[in-house]
């Protein structure tokens, strides 16, 4: 039930944008989106419903299409500050809704 | 306000031993959680209690224990440590069910766990 998230890794340049995938082979409720930098805990960003909205955190986003189980975060601009290990948890929808799981996360460098 | 404190930091165990990772929250939460990270996996959710007197299991439940006796303290107990067991270990907290909007996972500082 582990979402699969995508790429394992990217190193951009500041300035560039990035795009970080996340699937499930399950029906989703809800997708959650954290921020991990070494050494510290995941810091949330931000979580998306089913129905396909769109939500915002600064020049970052995300959408959640529903009928492909899949959200994308979208880093525009990146900063330094962007640098970390990004992970999505899902929560499916035939399962119970406290569990959160999480994908394997994807390593954002930032290179200035 | 500590938001979610976790105890110790660093903890080095002999195979065989038993120990109990303390957690508290002071945001008056009815939701915690334990989760273990582990290189290349990610987070995985040991228990969860959606409130005082009420705990359930994730998805690597076993060689662990939990207790939730008041809504502030999620303590995490280790009955016979094994190296397998090595990880750093994160315990989170939510104001309500972590699905519903509106409540994203609080997460402690972690404690990093050495089985030997």
């Known amino acids: 039930q582990q979402p699969v998230q995508s790429p394992q890794a990217v190193i951009l340049r500041e300035g560039e944008d990035a795009v970080i995938n996340c699937s499930s082979s399950?029906?989703?409720?809800?997708v959650h989106w954290y921020r991990q930098k070494h050494g510290e805990a995941p810091v949330f960003l931000m979580i998306l419903l089913k129905g396909g909205e769109q939500k915002g955190h600064e020049k970052i986003s995300a959408s959640f299409n529903e009928k492909k189980q899949q959200s994308s975060l979208y880093l525009t601009a990146s900063q330094l500050s962007y640098s970390g290990t990004y992970f999505c948890?899902?929560?499916?929808?035939?399962?119970?809704?406290?569990?959160?799981?999480f994908g394997s996360g994807t390593q954002l460098t930032v290179l200035p | 306000n500590a938001g979610v404190t976790q105890t110790p930091k660093f903890q080095v165990l002999k195979t065989g031993q038993s120990m109990t990772l303390q957690c508290a929250q002071d945001m008056n939460h009815e939701y915690m959680s334990w989760y273990r990270q582990d290189p290349g996996m990610g987070l995985r959710l040991i228990h969860y209690s959606v409130g005082a007197g009420i705990t359930d299991q994730g998805e690597v439940p076993n060689g662990y224990n939990v207790s939730r006796s008041t809504t502030e303290d999620f303590p995490l107990r280790l009955l016979s440590a094994a190296p397998s067991q090595t990880s750093v270990y994160f315990c989170?907290?939510?104001?309500?069910?972590?699905?519903?909007?509106?409540?994203?996972?609080?997460f402690g500082n972690g404690t990093r766990l050495t089985v030997t």
């Open positions: 948890g899902t929560v499916i929808s035939s399962g119970s809704a406290r569990q959160l799981t």
């Open positions: 399950k029906a989703l409720y809800s």
């Open positions: 989170a907290s939510s104001y309500r069910d972590s699905a519903l909007p509106g409540s994203p996972l609080h």
